[in-house]
C-alpha cells in the first residue's frame, strides 16, 4: 500500500492549513516588494518624482486594526496513528463530537489529523512526515507535533 492519508483531517482544518499558507506566502511577497524598493532606492533613487502643483487630498485618520491572536489550539498539532480505516474513522467521529462539544461552551474545535498505518513502512513514512513538520513548525516557534499511537491500545 502506497503512502496514504486514509482519514485526513476535517474540513475546518484543510481551510485552516490554506489559509495560513496563503497568509505566509502574502507576507513573503510583501518582504520582497520592500526589498526591491529599497534596493531601488540605494541604487540612485525611485522613478516616482514628486509634483508640488497637484493638490493632495488630505486624508482621514484611520484606525489601525489589530490581527486578533490565532487561538491556541491552531498552534497545537496532534497526530493519531490508527491501525486500520475503520479505527481511523472510530477516532474521527470521537474527535467530531469532542469539536461540538467544544462549540458549546465557545471553544475552537481540536487541531488533529488522524493517519492509517497499518504496516511498518507506512508508520516510517508518517514519522518522517511528522519529523519533515516538526521541522517547519519550529522555525514558526509552534511546539512540536503530538503523536497518540492508538495501536499500541
Do not use: C
Not at 500500500?1 to 490554506?18: D, E, G, K, L, Y
Not at 516588494?33 to 488630505?58: F, I, K
Not at 496513528?81 to 474527535?95: F, N, Q, T
Amino acid at each position: 500500500m502506497t503512502f496514504q492519508q486514509i482519514a485526513t483531517t476535517r474540513p475546518s482544518a484543510r481551510r485552516r492549513n490554506r489559509l495560513m499558507a496563503a497568509a505566509a506566502v502574502l507576507v513573503l511577497v510583501a518582504a520582497g516588494a520592500g526589498v526591491w524598493q529599497m534596493a531601488a532606492l540605494r541604487e540612485g533613487g525611485s522613478q516616482m518624482t514628486a509634483r508640488s502643483d497637484v493638490p493632495v487630498p488630505p486624508v482621514a485618520a484611520t484606525t489601525a486594526v489589530k490581527a486578533a491572536p490565532a487561538p491556541a489550539s491552531w498552534s497545537t498539532l496532534t497526530v493519531y496513528l490508527a491501525g486500520s480505516a475503520e479505527e481511523a474513522a472510530r477516532m474521527e467521529e470521537a474527535l467530531a463530537q469532542s469539536d461540538s462539544i467544544l462549540a458549546q461552551f465557545g471553544r475552537p474545535p481540536l487541531h488533529a489529523w488522524v493517519l492509517v498505518a497499518a504496516s511498518a513502512e507506512e508508520e516510517m513514512a508518517h514519522r518522517q512526515a511528522i519529523a519533515d513538520a516538526d521541522a517547519g513548525r519550529a522555525g514558526f516557534g509552534l511546539p512540536p507535533v503530538t503523536v497518540v499511537d492508538l495501536r499500541a491500545r
